[in-house]
């Protein structure tokens, strides 16, 4: 499939393998639109909006900007290139650098990182009647290694579990299947 488009999923609530970074325009503008030939990334105001190129094993897979005093992503970004049979992992990660700058910039487990206060964790979920959704679904990943670094806490939102079982994962599947991109 050669169609390819950036597709970034905002999240209403807030002004959303990682490297937190100063600028996405340098880091990794390869998931952003180019408008007239200008990288465009829509940003938060405020120190508590973190940019993060979300890496897994060295290599980077989307981007997410961070709201980490609410602890969501604002959104995430990344580039469609169809569906690729990738194998769904259910391991979530987070990112160790909104913890501590001198840590990987690799996404990694909870307890491999500590005291984690800047970002959603696990127990967050537990009992709460949420799913953690994607922003950037596992769906639309185009290597396994992306569909891995899907499951990093920075990419998940809180979501009713029927509608992230059901319409949410429908759409995104069917958006495969018709080969058509979101807006």
């Given at each position: 499939m050669k169609l390819l488009s950036v597709v970034l999923l905002l999240l209403p609530l807030s002004l959303c393998l990682a490297e937190v970074v100063n600028?996405?325009?340098?880091?990794?503008?390869?998931?952003?639109?180019?408008?007239?030939?200008?990288?465009?990334?829509?940003?938060?105001?405020?120190?508590?909006?973190?940019?993060?190129?979300?890496?897994?094993?060295?290599?980077?897979?989307?981007?997410?900007?961070?709201?980490?005093?609410y602890k969501i992503p604002v959104y995430s970004a990344y580039r469609f290139t169809g569906l690729k049979d990738c194998n769904r992992t259910d391991k979530w990660l987070i990112e160790p650098q909104l913890e501590n700058?001198?840590?990987?910039?690799?996404?990694?487990?909870?307890?491999?990182?500590?005291?984690?206060?800047?970002?959603?964790?696990?127990?967050?979920?537990?009992?709460?009647?949420?799913?953690?959704?994607?922003?950037?679904?596992?769906?639309?990943?185009?290597?396994?290694?992306?569909?891995?670094?899907?499951?990093?806490l920075t990419n998940a939102a809180p979501q009713n579990f029927s509608f992230n079982r059901g319409q949410w994962k429908s759409a995104n599947s069917q958006s495969l299947l018709d080969g058509v991109l979101l807006p």
């Open positions: 600028n996405f325009i340098v880091s990794c503008p390869q998931f952003f639109a180019t408008p007239n030939g200008v990288v465009s990334p829509p940003t938060g105001f405020g120190p508590q909006y973190k940019q993060i190129c979300q890496t897994l094993n060295n290599q980077a897979e989307f981007a997410t900007l961070y709201d980490t005093t700058v001198n840590l990987g910039r690799n996404m990694d487990t909870e307890s491999a990182v500590g005291n984690i206060t800047h970002q959603a964790v696990n127990a967050d979920y537990v009992g709460s009647h949420f799913d953690r959704g994607h922003l950037a679904p596992v769906l639309h990943a185009n290597s396994q290694n992306c569909s891995d670094a899907t499951f990093t």
